[in-house]
């Protein structure tokens, strides 16, 4: 391994890393809501059904590209194939486009943080009894206090991935990961215990077969894979980059069965924490922003004097999901620029590569920010708010097709004795081969097919299904 690049100095580091890039928005804010309406406990099971048929193997995938060539995902591909470079050039762009608009609404978050404190303190910069719709539309239409959370927020970032691979997003992730689970479990306490919490366990849980009727089932499948790829950080690179930190005497295997199943299960833990807060206090169940920065504050405010205590605690809690998820993408497009420079034979530079990188996330993400999810009159590119414009690109278009090109690469091209030499380079067997195989052939591209249409008809309103 090139000591210029970093490498992970333990399994348990990589794994923290890893799954911290995994938890992030996508578990709060879409997965419990998406639950709920999709068919409750149904839903989990087709959810893990996909996880283990799909994300699994892609996952797998990943990890191995990333550790066998050492590389970031541009080189890598370009590595593998120049005919395959294009993959590698969109696993490229999608972090820009992502951190585009993710440093946004951790910004937000660090906003929440800071007003539940300054409500504990009765200090005019807290909510101060605002409504909490009224409070966010008020936040929104004020683009320098958007673009100044943000800064703050891709600031810190910045600073963990500066670092290194070791000092800094694994010393960070050893230490926030285990926060951010302690974090949860106080805030299920909470949830848990109001009374009415039950309804919005039923909400969450409850098997309704109701929606799989007619094609109801498409939209269910489609829901569950689009959540399963965005919530695992897959098809843009992000597992080729921190696989590539992994030392051989590492279990590929079991890494890629390990981050799936705490990534869902920390998901499940979310939404056992939001569903019954907003169920005992008589507010309607949501996703996205709404839910995260209008309804639970609306959950906060409702508890009374300790509100602001568990608001802070839990914008603390996605602050830290979301930081990081967020050091993974800058990492990925770090990783591409300092390949550069060795390819070229030069001497790394990571503090100058992450600037950059920053310096260029920075200006797609003012104008996110400055949009305020459409707030402020800017221009709509066909028709979208900037927001889910960078999105539909990202996950709408370039990830599920780079997941798609990846596993076609590996089931047919590359084939299993490429595998499997990496696989087994740690001296432990690839229990799974067949399996990972016919998955990689057969069913992860089905999958990621069906996943494209799917986050296209979301994104267009097609009404496909
Ligand atoms: N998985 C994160 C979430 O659930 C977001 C994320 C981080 C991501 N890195 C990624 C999504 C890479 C896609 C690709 O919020």
Redesign the pocket.
Known sequence: MDSKKGQWGSNFGFLMAAVG???????IW?FPYKMGISGGFAFLLIYLVLAVLVGFVIMLGELVIGRKTGKGVLAAYQDLSANYAWIGWMGTI??FL?MSF?TVLGGYAIKYMVANLGDFFHASWGVAGMDSGAFFGNFLVQPVQGIIYTFIFLLITYLIVRGGVQKGIEAFSVIAMPALFVLLLIAILRSLTLPGAMEGLAFMFKPNFEVFNGTGWITVLGRAGGQM????????G?MITYGSYLQKKENIEKNAIMIPFLDTLVAVMAGMAVMPAVFAFGMEPGGGPGLLFVTLQGVFAAMGGIGPIFGFLFYLFIVL??IS??I??LE?ATATFIDKAIAKGKEPNRHMATLWCSVGIFALAIIVAADGLGSNGLPMPLGFIWLDFFDLF??GIM?PLGALAMSLIIGWKLGPDWMEDEITASGHKWSGKTFAMVCFRYIAPLGMVFILIGQLNGFFGWGLF
């Open positions: 890039s995994a938890v992030g928005l996508g578990n879409g999608c972090p992502i993710y790829f965005f919530s695992l950080s897959l098809g843009m992000c999901a979301a998820s967020a993974s993408l990925v990202s996950e990830m």
